[in-house]
């Protein structure tokens, strides 16, 4: 009878723990590429796929930024502001399989740099978005800004680590109404693999970079809610040449 207990118990245990879904990236079949381009690389070491902006988005980009210039000029307007970039902003995601994604973990290696001819503010802007409604524009995002991880001014490397959800809350806002609450340190290099986890349960969610124990930023109050639930998706910004390998997604 206790040999039997222990079996019942353990095939309970084995049933009630949820499966990890793995993808090696060595390639991007099976995912949706939303206003970017992949192939299938060997970057230092790893099979992984690299992504940019497509074609099509690029122009795309250059003629919203073109009309906003031409705007600018007869209206006399100065340099704009972040809000003005956010009002034209294109999605780059690279979406899994997974579409039903609440809460649980993600881990996946990624690099990212800042593009061949990109501008000043460039970073090398690269993620995973969470919770991504079939829209393509409603997701929770955990990113990174590789570049500033070793930067000579401290508070660049203060905003190395970021959460947003778009479209509601950018960064900018989040920095405007809650500085420093949404963003933190983390010792990260451009063009270098670095390992992700992030841990979501109900509205909160926690990001660990490299394997550290303690983790990199915390956030008590994800805005898609305790109950939000869509795909899982690799994010990446426009200026942005990134790289992507060993996708693991378990749902809780």
Partial sequence: MHRLLLSVAAGLALAGSA????????????????????????????????????DEAAERIAAQRRAAAARRKTSGGGRPGPGAGEANRVNHLIISPVKDFSSGTIEVDMAGQPGEGSSGGARGFVGVSFRLQPDNHTYDTFYLRPTNGRAEAQERRNHSAQYISHPDWPWFRLRSESPSKYESYVDIEPAKWIHVKIEVDGEKARLYVDGREQPTLIVNDLKSGPNGKGAVALWFEGSTVAHFANLKITKK
């Avoid at 090696?24 to 796929?49: M, Y």
């Fill in 19 to 54: 499966a990890a879904q793995t993808y090696s990236l060595d390639s991007a079949d099976g995912f949706e590429l939303h206003n970017a381009v992949a192939e299938s690389v060997t970057f230092q070491g790893k099979k992984a796929i690299r992504v940019k902006t497509s």
